[in-house]
């Protein structure tokens, strides 16, 4: 095995000379001696054969050679205090991974709003984050996949906390045949037409949540390609109101003149697999999703 000649030690030093501007600067704000940090970069110049530092007036300014090993070096010894500060968040019993399964109807604005926030606080945790629909988070818990789980049912043998409700709204395009019969719809009219629907991601207890009791409908496996088909004049379907402000602003979808049923809720609960156990990693995320959605879903700037 190869032991290298200098040590992370030594180039903390010169670091130190660099950035204060000199010897005593570097010596006060390592409490070290003079005397000593002199040493330190003159034993590591002659270990390495390579001038690192030249007198500048009362500066030290690293040579060119210097600043070319002083920038590998920094890379070293930003790893070195990560490797630390993993230790540390072991050691408080910050997890390695926190995995979370989100049900496709949570917010993405407030997803993004609880990960930036976590971030922070977890750089040495990793976040597996699994999107479901209806009963695929409840699939992650019951086979033990994650963590959290912010899902549509809270499955037996676990708690949850009530988190939002999403309301849904029966629409399609405004020139949609439903559209042009010019008046309240009933259940017949519906079940003529063609429905489209979004696929349980769960495979335990598989729901139909939504779904009319009729051979007109399709079914896709991702919310979005079931609002691009809508919007593009195929089918009708029960949509969630805050994914389609856009869309309904903008003219492509149009609510249906429902007599009865035309709205709907459903709501999403948060549930921590093991809160008697649960780490702290995993503690901050389920606590950061009860901030951010108690305080609305409105995402705060990057800056200012």
């Known amino acids: 095995m190869k032991i290298p000649k200098s040590t992370l030690e030594q180039w903390q030093v010169l670091q130190a000379i660099v950035e204060c501007g000199g010897y005593a600067q570097a010596a006060e704000a390592l409490h070290r001696s003079q005397s000593s940090v002199s040493y330190m970069v003159a034993k590591l110049q002659e270990q390495l054969g390579v001038e690192l530092l030249e007198i500048d007036g009362r500066r030290a300014r690293l040579t060119p050679n210097g600043k070319a090993l002083l920038n590998k070096a920094r890379e070293l010894l930003g790893g070195a205090f990560q490797l630390e500060q993993l230790a540390v968040s072991l050691a408080e019993g910050w997890e390695p991974q926190v995995s979370i399964a989100v049900d496709s109807l949570f917010p993405v604005a407030l997803l993004v709003q609880v990960l930036r926030e976590f971030e922070p606080w977890a750089r040495h945790t990793r976040v597996n984050l699994e999107e479901t629909v209806l009963s695929g988070s409840e699939d992650a818990l019951l086979e033990k996949r994650v963590d959290i789980a912010i899902a549509g049912r809270i499955p037996a043998g676990f708690l949850g906390d009530a988190l939002m409700d999403i309301d849904f709204i029966a629409v399609a395009h405004p020139c949609h045949p439903l559209h042009k019969l010019g008046r309240e719809l009933e259940m017949d009219d519906l079940t003529r037409n063609l429905q489209i629907v979004v696929r349980d991601s769960g495979t335990l207890n598989p729901r139909d949540h939504g779904w009319l009791n009729t051979d007109q409908r399709w079914s896709v496996t991702n919310p979005q390609t079931r609002m691009e088909m809508i919007c593009n004049g195929i089918g009708f379907g029960w949509?969630?109101?805050?994914?389609?402000?856009d869309q309904l602003a903008q003219g492509l979808l149009k609510p249906l003149p429902l007599r009865v049923g035309q709205r709907r809720k459903m709501s999403l609960s948060l549930i921590v697999?093991?809160?008697?156990?649960?780490?702290?990693?995993?503690?901050r995320l389920a606590n950061l999703i009860r901030k951010v959605v108690a305080e609305g879903i409105e995402p705060r700037p990057l800056c200012g």
């Open 239 to 245: 949509l969630a109101e805050h994914k389609m402000h």
């Open 273 to 283: 697999a093991n809160p008697e156990v649960a780490g702290p990693a995993t503690c």
